[in-house]
């Protein structure tokens, strides 16, 4: 219980980095853990906004320790969902309270826990007077899908709540489909194939099981940002450039679709290295730079690409049930910023691209500002850019939430 809370409160309070990579402070700390102590974790983060309503009804006032209320969060998220196991979550709470601050709170985490095990069936009735308890997402976000997708909202808060799919793509370079999922089979992990090369496992696993793996087999990578290379459509002999490449895993399967000359850009030192391990592994190369693509001056030969990827920094909003600890760091002055940040790439790749070529912008973001609009406002000042192509993924079993929009650059039209 102790190191989950510690867990929890890293990604409660850790600040937000300003790179590609959805702002999950957690996930680096909590991988150290524990399989069951990291599932704590996530689990008190996904249903972070419950937690902190039962503790507003708990607690006579605001806790000034957050340890401490990392502590109850683990908690009572174990108390609601296992209550047959409701002596043992409160004994290793109080155990773990007693690690804290020479043991003032023991009396304070036992108090709350069992006054919520009291009052048990009059919180969960009050839960639905609440928008954050209810829906255990922060109201603006709420809000923002409650404009963008009026139809489907409820389904993505749902899926949002819940656990990611494991989803892998074959190195078509390096094996077959039907050979993945024999060895698959003959390690005893149930698969089933989605398409010529993407598996989905019923029931994730750890990497280390899985066969081909630290050969380069096969990588693990969501469905949804596998449309990626399937929309670019890349050929043998294509310069391509992706713009916004770390961790690697679109610039990957690019490379094992195609004999292209691949130039990989990232801001971020530490992701940038992240790119050369996973191509390293796959038996892959590419030209790998750390640079910010909105500068091209500083990075570009100028030649045009025939290709250009452009993964833009965004909310992470269609890939919160992996980032549990986003939804809750995220503030809404961020998607308005971000916005403008992925509006700064498009203009400065866009003249980059050769007549003919294609641009593919996408994100991992479900709000319109940051996907159809951010589009369409691009599209109307650009009378040399078309849309050939569009691919809008809500969240699933099968696959995480997308925002696809591939682009041609044309002659001008008169």
């Known amino acids: 219980a102790g190191q989950a809370a510690d867990a929890v409160l890293a990604g ?3 600040a937000k ?8 402070s957690v996930r680096g700390h ?33 806790l000034t320790a957050p340890q401490v209320q990392a502590l109850l969060c683990v908690a009572l998220a174990r108390l609601e969902e296992l209550p047959g196991e409701a002596h043992t979550t409160v004994d290793q709470a109080v155990h773990a309270a007693a690690r804290l601050d020479g043991g003032r709170y023991k009396g304070l985490v036992n108090g709350v826990l069992r006054n919520f095990l009291r009052r048990r069936d009059e919180l969960l009735a009050a839960v639905g007077d609440d928008a954050e308890a209810r829906w255990q997402h922060p109201r603006w976000w709420i809000e923002r899908l409650q404009q963008d997708w ?8 749902a899926a949002g709540n819940g656990r990611p799919p494991m989803t892998l793509r074959v190195n078509r370079r390096r094996t077959t489909l039907a050979g993945m999922l024999a060895r698959l089979a003959v390690a005893g ?43 670019l459509d890349v050929r043998d002999g294509m310069r391509v450039l992706d713009a916004c490449a770390a961790p690697g895993g679109k610039s990957a399967q690019l490379l094992e679709t195609a004999d292209i000359a691949l130039l990989a850009l990232d801001i971020d030192a ?15 190369s590419a030209t790998v730079k750390l640079a910010d693509c909105r500068r091209a001056d ?5 030649r045009p690409f025939d290709r250009i990827l452009l993964d833009a920094p965004c909310s992470a909003s269609g890939v919160v049930r992996r980032h549990p600890d986003v939804k809750w760091l995220r503030r809404p002055g961020d998607v308005a910023a971000l916005a403008t940040k992925q509006r700064q790439m498009f203009e400065a790749l866009w003249p980059l691209l050769a007549p003919g070529g294609k641009m593919l912008y996408c994100t991992c973001s479900l709000f319109a500002p940051e996907d159809g609009e951010q589009t369409s406002g691009f599209l109307a000042t650009h009378p040399d850019a078309r849309q050939i192509e569009g691919l809008a993924l809500l969240p699933t079993d099968r696959h995480d939430g997308f925002f696809h929009a591939l682009l041609e650059k044309t002659a001008i039209r008169p």
Not at 17 to 24: D, E, L, R
Not at 208 to 213: D, I, S, T, V
Not at 298 to 302: H, K
């Open 17 to 24: 980095s300003g790179g590609h990579a959805p702002a999950s």
């Open 298 to 302: 500083e990075w570009w030969d100028g």
């Open 30 to 62: 909590a991988f150290e853990l524990r399989p069951l102590v990291r599932d704590l974790a996530w689990r008190a983060l996904r249903r972070y906004g419950r937690d902190a309503f039962f503790l507003r009804r708990l607690l006579a006032r605001p």
């Open 189 to 231: 992990i149930d698969a089933e194939p989605l398409d010529e090369l993407a598996i989905h496992l019923p029931k994730p696993v750890p990497v280390a099981r899985l066969p081909g793996f630290i050969e380069g087999e096969v990588s693990v990578q969501d469905h949804g940002a596998q449309q990626a290379a399937r929309l």
């Open 270 to 284: 530490d992701r940038v290295r992240s790119i050369g391990e996973n191509l390293r592994r796959l038996g892959l």
């Open 150 to 157: 009026p139809d489907h909202w409820p389904a993505i808060l």
């Open 12 to 14: 409660l309070t850790f």
